[in-house]
């Protein structure tokens, strides 16, 4: 509520509009002596104000900040530090309210992802309470600001947390609900765009959306690819300071704005006039390139803001124009333009984010129309598929791949590097096989050991002996046997074996520990207990992050196997 509030005062402070970009070119009631022109100066001034707070006080709230988050949740137990929320909301209100063209939703994500990971870092919670906390924020955030409370859940499921177990889905929507109920007290329970009722007149319509996916997955993946390509262009020609480049960046952004208006800020307005058919199919089509270019124009100077919504704006523009196509050379078997521009909101955000269940939900929440639901997941379903041939990266993993970070693959565990040999204990003196059962209970009794290896003369591992065996031997007055027919062979590990691929040996035994034999001629040489592979993620839980994360969630099953 807070965030929103302050992107509409910042709006109206650079402007006199609630939101300029639907109020034509017009003058600033603020800078009344400046005419159109002060479209150069405003997006200027945001970006000496908000640089400089984001290069002091936290450089991961540049950008769209969902990528931040991800990896937050993969890599780092879910910590994010407090400040992001404060530094998020102030430098995303002031570059979406002096013009930049992005989205709230991203901000809001990481805003609520930081509060729910500050919360659990102030109760200490382990790293799995933690990402769930995280995922609890961002569902809230994107909860209230779309009154979307199923699609929020998902959302925070499927990209953020990538966990659809049911305790993370219970969490997830007692926290959306609970925003959105929030949400609506504050705002009023419509929804934040009014959008038409979704029509179907023919059942060769199917065929139309389907080909609308596949222009869709087309055009998700150009925003990709356009948006880091100006990211790249201004890194690699860029002079100056980071601090100052949102603000010389700026005069640029002004200057599309000027030949552009209606790229101003979100631009939500923009959205609802052209799935009413309010714009000509000529000016769609502008309305689309040229919201690629100013968003990517945004980011790529260092500006704060999402992709979410560039991506819905970007995809009514293409559906809108693609129907009014249609329309125009099939009109007794094709619906109106706007039908086809709200499949297209879902189909371009489910082709950049591959995201296609979140896509679904959110368009379908927006117009509460089930006859929509159908052709929409035709459009998504091949959207995500072509876009995921087209690009390896979604608009979210791409920054991280660019920073040699690769969420699609399990990063090395705590014990990469480690083998068998480097964590065993001194195996306990192993018994012949024709020690008596006299000589056994003598043994357990003065060494006070559970278990005991068994060796033949050649010293080869026959399997190992229990003290529950012994005992219940020596009850049963069955005194002539021998350790070689008490023994019971249980696997065992190798020295050369890998310390990782040993672990499921370890917790499937009900033993103390594991035999070790060597790698060349199969002698017993060590012995291996669960304790020991604690130690070793003792040792290395004050590494970096990613093995502390691992330590910490497979010590407490190791635990579990200890009592």
């Given at each position: 509520m807070l965030f929103r509030y302050l992107i509409l005062w910042v709006t109206e402070l650079a402007t006199g509009h609630a939101d300029y970009s639907d109020a034509g070119r017009v003058d600033s009631s603020q800078f009344p002596h400046l005419g159109i022109y002060f479209l150069l100066l405003v997006p200027a001034i945001g970006g000496l104000l908000y640089g400089p707070l984001i290069d002091r006080f936290a450089k991961e709230a540049r950008g769209h900040g969902v990528p931040e988050v991800m990896y937050a949740v993969s890599?780092?137990?879910?910590?994010?530090?407090?400040?992001?929320?404060?530094?998020?909301?102030?430098?995303?209100?002031?570059?979406?309210?002096?013009?930049?063209?992005?989205?709230?939703?991203?901000?809001?994500?990481?805003?609520?992802?930081?509060?729910?990971?500050?919360?659990?870092?102030?109760?200490?919670?382990?790293?799995?309470?933690?990402?769930?906390?995280?995922?609890?924020?961002?569902a809230g955030g994107i909860s209230a600001t779309f009154n979307a409370p199923i699609a929020a859940v998902f959302f925070a499921l499927e990209l953020i947390l990538g966990d659809f177990a049911s305790e993370s889905f219970g969490m997830v929507v007692l926290a959306s609900v609970t925003a959105d109920v929030i949400g609506r007290a504050a705002f009023g329970s419509h929804p934040f765009l009014t959008l038409p009722q979704f029509h179907q007149v023919a059942g060769i319509e199917y065929l139309f959306y389907a080909v609308l996916g596949l222009l869709a997955a087309a055009v998700g993946v150009v925003f990709i690819r356009v948006l880091y390509g100006f990211e790249?262009?201004?890194?690699?020609?860029?002079?100056?300071?980071?601090?100052?480049?949102?603000?010389?960046?700026?005069?640029?952004?002004?200057?599309?704005?000027?030949?552009?208006?209606?790229?101003?800020?979100?631009?939500?307005?923009?959205?609802?006039?052209?799935?009413?058919?309010?714009?000509?199919?000529?000016?769609?089509?502008?309305?689309?390139?040229?919201?690629?270019?100013?968003?990517?124009?945004?980011?790529?100077?260092?500006?704060?803001?999402?992709?979410?919504?560039?991506?819905?704006?970007?995809?009514?523009?293409?559906?809108?124009?693609?129907?009014?196509?249609?329309?125009?050379?099939?009109?007794?078997?094709?619906?109106?333009?706007?039908?086809?521009?709200?499949?297209?909101?879902?189909?371009?955000?489910?082709a950049a984010s591959r995201a296609p269940i979140t896509a679904v939900l959110i368009i379908f929440e927006l117009t509460g129309d089930y006859t929509i639901v159908l052709p929409l997941m035709v459009a998504i379903v091949l959207s995500t598929i072509v876009s995921r041939a087209l690009s390896k990266d979604?608009?979210?993993?791409?920054?991280?791949?660019?920073?040699?970070?690769?969420?699609?693959?399990?990063?090395?565990?705590?014990?990469?590097?480690?083998?068998?040999?480097?964590?065993?204990?001194?195996?306990?003196?192993?018994?012949?096989?024709?020690?008596?059962?006299?000589?056994?209970?003598?043994?357990?009794?003065?060494?006070?050991?559970?278990?005991?290896?068994?060796?033949?003369?050649?010293?080869?591992?026959?399997?190992?002996?229990?003290?529950?065996?012994?005992?219940?031997?020596?009850?049963?007055?069955?005194?002539?046997?021998?350790?070689?027919?008490?023994?019971?062979?249980?696997?065992?590990?190798?020295?050369?074996?890998?310390?990782?691929?040993?672990?499921?040996?370890?917790?499937?035994?009900?033993?103390?520990?594991?035999?070790?034999?060597?790698?060349?001629?199969?002698?017993?040489?060590?012995?291996?207990?669960?304790?020991?592979?604690?130690?070793?993620?003792?040792?290395?839980?004050?590494?970096p992050p990613t093995h502390a994360a691992d330590a910490q969630r497979l010590a407490s099953e190791l635990a579990r196997q200890c009592e």
């Open positions: 890599a780092r137990g879910g910590r994010i530090s407090p400040k992001v929320a404060i530094v998020k909301s102030i430098a995303s209100a002031i570059c979406i309210g002096t013009g930049g063209s992005v989205g709230r939703e991203g901000p809001i994500v990481q805003i609520g992802s930081a509060l729910g990971s500050t919360v659990g870092q102030r109760l200490r919670v382990p790293p799995a309470r933690m990402r769930l906390l995280v995922a609890c924020g961002a790249d262009l201004f890194d690699k020609y860029w002079p100056g300071p980071m601090w100052l480049r949102p603000a010389t960046g700026g005069v640029l952004l002004g200057g599309l704005l000027i030949a552009l208006p209606e790229m101003y800020g979100v631009g939500y307005p923009i959205l609802e006039k052209s799935i009413g058919g309010g714009y000509s199919s000529w000016f769609l089509l502008l309305l689309l390139v040229g919201k690629l270019v100013a968003v990517s124009l945004t980011i790529a100077i260092g500006g704060s803001g999402g992709v979410f919504a560039p991506s819905l704006f970007i995809g009514a523009m293409l559906g809108s124009a693609y129907g009014a196509g249609l329309h125009d050379l099939f009109p007794g078997v094709s619906g109106p333009a706007g039908a086809y521009g709200l499949i297209g909101m879902g189909a371009v955000f489910a979604s608009i979210y993993t791409l920054k991280l791949s660019r920073r040699g970070i690769d969420l699609t693959h399990r990063p090395p565990g705590a014990l990469e590097g480690i083998t068998v040999a480097d964590a065993m204990e001194p195996v306990p003196e192993p018994v012949p096989e024709d020690t008596t059962l006299s000589e056994l209970v003598d043994r357990f009794a003065r060494d006070a050991l559970d278990v005991l290896p068994v060796v033949d003369h050649a010293g080869a591992y026959r399997g190992v002996v229990t003290t529950n065996e012994v005992e219940e031997a020596a009850e049963s007055d069955l005194g002539d046997l021998i350790a070689g027919e008490l023994a019971r062979t249980i696997p065992t590990l190798r020295t050369d074996q890998p310390l990782q691929d040993a672990l499921s040996t370890l917790l499937a035994s009900d033993q103390h520990g594991v035999p070790v034999v060597a790698a060349e001629d199969g002698r017993v040489v060590g012995w291996l207990t669960h304790r020991d592979v604690l130690k070793v993620y003792s040792e290395r839980a004050s590494a």
